[in-house]
Structures are given as structure tokens and as C-alpha cells.
């Protein structure tokens, strides 16, 4: 392998190297399965978070916005099947005590009944559902269960009908939700990618029954745009037919992307039927069908487009993507690296550092007044600290897509170098176009 390729190992440690993601509880030798965002991380997050909203809500007009509570009546798990179904087959290692998912195993390993690892004998698989369970209240007891939601869906498909109401939404429409997710995985490995509490960006469009299929292909096609608008190298992309289906899914694509680890899911759209409604129907005794008003007060239960996204493994993913360990040697060397993350401008945690090319002199202080104008509309950075070549490093190695420049000839004529991340070149302007500058940039940035 060509030793300037991303590999997990490079990402975990620039992660923790510049402020993106941290182990929980590192003090106490880490909590597995959780991470903390650092702040960088916390920038990328919501940008990415921003990204998605804004695509779904204001630019689809029929998509509304939702924030439900973590905590639900514990009928709802049993409504939508996550009690009796939610599990994983586990199977143990008696000798080294490791632990693997069956599904996941190597078939031939799981047939043999030896551990892959150290050729002991496993156990067979036993269910083992992913859900946390906890309590309310001071007994621990049956009555007092509730869960930590698996998912976000959930949420929305108990409020559905409290936005139509509230909203007066008209079949198709959506619900976007973005929150916290939690699930006692057996093996969370891979950094962020599979983690214990993680958050998901979930869409859910309700549609008439027998125009589920058109709106499902609908659906797939504004998600793979979604990875294109916001530079994705598309040829690490692809789509995932799902043979063997969810026990409410009619049909289901994953998009996949190829991670270090080799290519795995960072999305699902789900053709969900009327199952969850009808459930919810069945277990709460509530009608969920929805009045078509318009057409006679046709009555019918709604099907489900919905569009899955995991928020913290997109993180994971837009970093991966981005990084790049690129020769910039000029005439002569042979090598010279910089580490650079290719982040698409909206999405990249700071959008403009600002450099006075010395300290003294009052370019410093210009600097600063320079920032200031800027911080209104974008987030910012200052840093007068090394030579100007190292500090245009570390922006790059964060993704900053553009420095500012401050030198002697700003003082005199209000000029500053503009200096692009991806191609490195500089260009002069005046301070007072900046702003319009970089919007415009934004606007029209192609990833080359
Ligand atoms: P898997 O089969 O890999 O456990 P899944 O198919 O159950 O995952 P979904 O229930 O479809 O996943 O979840 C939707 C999205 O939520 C996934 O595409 C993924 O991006 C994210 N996600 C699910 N589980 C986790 C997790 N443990 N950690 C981080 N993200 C997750």
C-alpha cells in the first residue's frame, strides 16, 4: 500500500491531534462506544448537520422539522417491533472470550463452531437485543421500564398527526429529525462509525399507497445529489440492494461508502409500507389514517419513504474523503508532503483564518480588525504564531478552504493575499471585498 493513503490510524490521530473527536472519558482510560466532539469536530458536525436540514426543510417545501424526546412510552418499541425484534445473534468464544456477530462472521468460521481468532469453540448464537433499558422513577421495576430510542423514526411516526393538524400538511409530505440514537452494540470498532450513542439524520415521507415506488426512486435520487453538491468523490460511492429485507420494508437501497475498512453503509431509504402506522394504530388504539381531503375524504393509512442517515458516521465519512496526503514538491525535490482536508467550503469547520504576516508593526492589530469584520458571516481564525508557509499548513491539515493574508502593502493601499486551500494560489484584493469574495467562492466551489 502506498504509505501516503488514508488509513483509520492517520484520521483517529489527526482527530485527536487538531481537536476533532476525542475518546469519552479518556482520563479514565476511555468508555468504548463513545466519543466526544472537540472543537473542530463539533464545527464539521454541524455543519454537515446544516447541510441536510437545509436540504430537506427549506429546499423541499413539503418537509417539515421535528424534535422529539429521547425517552418514549415503552409501548412504542413494543408497537414498532424493536422489543421482539431488534436483536443481533451473538456468538462467544468459550476459550478467548471474544465476541462476534453471526451475521457478520465469516460463514465458514460460524459453520465449524471455532473461533477465528484463536480456534476455540464458540457458543451458539443467542439474540441479544441492542436496546438500553432503563427506569423511571425510584423502582426498578416492570412497570417503570423505558428505553433509550434505537432510532429516531419513531418519534416522528407518533407525531404525524399532530402536524398535520398543527401544520396542515397535505399527503406527500415529510418530517426531518435530527438527534441522538443509542444501541448496546456487541462490537463498535472503527473509530466513530459504530458507536453506542450516535446521532442520525432521518427523513420520513409520507405518500398514498401505490405511489410509494415513485416516490422511493425519487428519494434515492436527491440523496446521491445530496453527496454530490457537497464534493463527495462520487466513484467511493455506491448503492446496496438489500436482498433480505427489514420485517417492514418493502424495498431498501443502502448507499455505501468506502471507508478505510472497505465499503459499508452510511445511509439507508427504506420503502417502510404502512407498517408503522398500522402498528401504532393497533398498539395505542389511535386512528392513523390519513383524510385526503381533496379527494373526497378518501381514507387510507399512509406509506413510508423513509431516508436514514447517520450524522456521526457522515463526520467520519467527509473526513475520510477529504484527507489527503499530497506532493506539493516543487522543481527540483523530489518530496514534499502536506496533509490537507479537501472539505467542501459549507462544510469545513472554519471558512477563513486570518494571517498577519508579522506581529509587529500593527499588522497584527489590522489583522484583528480584519477578522472582526468577517466574524458576522463566517466562522474565523486568527493566527500570528511561526512562519506564514507553517501557518498555511495547519489550516490545511484542518480543511480552512481560505486564508487572509496581512501585510506591510495592506497598511498602505487596504490589499490582502486571498490564498486557496485546494490549488494554493493567491490572489490580491481589497479588504472590502472579502466577504463578497468568499460567498462567491463558496457558491461556485468545485472540488478538483
Ligand atoms: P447495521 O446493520 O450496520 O447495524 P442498520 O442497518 O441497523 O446498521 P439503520 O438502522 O438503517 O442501520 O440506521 C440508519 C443509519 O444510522 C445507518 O445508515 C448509519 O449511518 C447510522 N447508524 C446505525 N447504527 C449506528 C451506530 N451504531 N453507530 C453510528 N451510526 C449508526
Not at 99 to 122: F, H, T, V
Not at 131 to 155: C, N, W
Request: proline share 3%; aromatic share 12%; net charge negative.
Amino acid at each position: 500500500m502506498d504509505n501516503h493513503e488514508v488509513t483509520m490510524e492517520k484520521i483517529v490521530s489527526l482527530c485527536k491531534r487538531r481537536g476533532f473527536v476525542f475518546q469519552s472519558s479518556e482520563i479514565y482510560g476511555g468508555q468504548s462506544g463513545a466519543w466526544d466532539y472537540g472543537p473542530l469536530g463539533i464545527e464539521l458536525k454541524k455543519n454537515i448537520q446544516n447541510a441536510w436540514w437545509k436540504e430537506m426543510t427549506q429546499m423541499h417545501d413539503n418537509i417539515v422539522g421535528l424534535d422529539a424526546a429521547i425517552l418514549m412510552h415503552p409501548r412504542v418499541w413494543e408497537a414498532s417491533g424493536h422489543v421482539a425484534n431488534f436483536s443481533d445473534p451473538l456468538v462467544d468464544c468459550k476459550q478467548c472470550k471474544m465476541r462476534y456477530r453471526a451475521d457478520n462472521m465469516d460463514q465458514e468460521a460460524l459453520a465449524s463452531k471455532k473461533c477465528p481468532a484463536c480456534g476455540g469453540e464458540l457458543t451458539e448464537p443467542r439474540a441479544f437485543n441492542l436496546m438500553f433499558k432503563t427506569h423511571i422513577g425510584p423502582a426498578e421495576d416492570t412497570a417503570s421500564v423505558v428505553y433509550l430510542r434505537p432510532e429516531t423514526a419513531q418519534g416522528i411516526y407518533v407525531n404525524y398527526k399532530n402536524i398535520i393538524q398543527s401544520n396542515r400538511m397535505k399527503i406527500p409530505f415529510g418530517i426531518a429529525q435530527v438527534g441522538k440514537a443509542f444501541r448496546n452494540e456487541i462490537v463498535t470498532k472503527n473509530f466513530i462509525f459504530r458507536t453506542c450513542e450516535f446521532e442520525q439524520m432521518e427523513m420520513q415521507f409520507f405518500v398514498k399507497p401505490g405511489e410509494d415506488e415513485k416516490w422511493f426512486e425519487y428519494w434515492r435520487g436527491q440523496r446521491w445529489e445530496f453527496y454530490k453538491k457537497y464534493g463527495v468523490c462520487m466513484d467511493k460511492m455506491r448503492w446496496y440492494h438489500h436482498e433480505k429485507l427489514a420485517h417492514y420494508a418493502k424495498d431498501a437501497y443502502d448507499i455505501e461508502y468506502e471507508f478505510p475498512m472497505g465499503f459499508s453503509e452510511l445511509e439507508g431509504i427504506h420503502n417502510r409500507t404502512d407498517y408503522d402506522l398500522s402498528r401504532h394504530t393497533e398498539y395505542s388504539g389511535k386512528d392513523m389514517q390519513y383524510i385526503d381531503q381533496d379527494n373526497g375524504a378518501d381514507k387510507y393509512i399512509p406509506f413510508i419513504i423513509e431516508t436514514s442517515a447517520g450524522l456521526t458516521r457522515n463526520v467520519l465519512m467527509f473526513l475520510c474523503d477529504a484527507y489527503e496526503e499530497q506532493n506539493i514538491a516543487g522543481d527540483g525535490a523530489a518530496e514534499d508532503y502536506r496533509t490537507v482536508l479537501h472539505f467542501h467550503p459549507s462544510i469545513a469547520p472554519v471558512t477563513v483564518a486570518v494571517l498577519p504576516l508579522m506581529k509587529k508593526d500593527g499588522l497584527a492589530e489590522l489583522a484583528r480588525e480584519i477578522q472582526n469584520e468577517l466574524k458576522e458571516d463566517f466562522v474565523t481564525d486568527y493566527d500570528q504564531s511561526g512562519a506564514i508557509g507553517k501557518r498555511y499548513r495547519r489550516q490545511d491539515e484542518v480543511g480552512t478552504p481560505f486564508c487572509i493574508t496581512v501585510d506591510y502593502d495592506s497598511k498602505e493601499d487596504g490589499s490582502v493575499t486571498l490564498r486557496f486551500r485546494d490549488s494554493m494560489e493567491q490572489v490580491r484584493i481589497h479588504r472590502s471585498e472579502i466577504a463578497a469574495r468568499i460567498r462567491e467562492e463558496i457558491k461556485s466551489y468545485k472540488r478538483t
